[in-house]
């Protein structure tokens, strides 16, 4: 570990895992000496969480990030830093700060429109009720005409030279 640790970048999933992946180089441990620092350090970080981790192109949890950064070990703002940027990428960058007003000039009144609303949401959940509640009918209704004999045909049985000797 001569050279400088890689930085994280907060472009998208795919670029912060190849980084991840140039940290695991810079750091020179295998899957499971990775697992013994983590644990060293206090976090929980199974080799086969951590290859599976590097082997996708999905962000990984925070958790993973935290425990795998530290198991390579960056500590410190360099730690922090991976975890922001991986936080960016999740969540997009943090806003940047709103300028600060400038003065208005009375200019006379304004035509200023009402805010708009937003168009009433459906509640899927009262249309995932209703169908199991038809669907619960429905086989309700089937089961007790079943039981009932509704699809039984009442035919005497009549018996076949061929069916006397099963």
């Known amino acids: 570990m001569t050279t400088a640790p890689p930085t994280p970048p907060d472009t998208d999933a795919a670029a912060f895992v190849a980084a991840l992946r140039r940290l695991k180089v810079w750091s020179g441990l295998s899957y499971r000496r990775l697992q013994r620092h983590a644990a060293d350090a206090g976090h929980c970080l199974p080799y086969s969480t ?3 981790m590097l082997g996708r192109e999905r962000l990984p949890r925070e958790e993973l990030v935290a425990a795998f950064v530290a198991a390579c070990g960056i500590r410190g703002e360099e730690a922090e830093a991976w975890l922001d940027a991986r936080t960016d990428i999740a969540c997009g960058p943090a806003p940047a700060p709103a300028p600060a007003p400038a003065t208005l000039v009375d200019a006379g009144p304004m035509n200023i429109a009402p805010p708009a609303t937003a168009p009433t949401r459906t509640r ?3 249309t995932r ?3 199991a509640g038809a669907a619960a009918l429905v086989t309700a209704l089937l089961g007790g005409a079943t ?3 509704v699809f039984t045909v009442d035919e005497e049985v009549v018996q076949t030279p061929t069916s006397v000797r099963l």
Do not use: K, Q, V
Request: charged letters at 10%; hydrophobic letters at 60%.
């Open 50 to 52: 951590a290859a599976t």
């Open 124 to 126: 899927p959940w009262r």
């Open 129 to 131: 009720w209703a169908l």
């Open 147 to 149: 039981a009932s004999g």
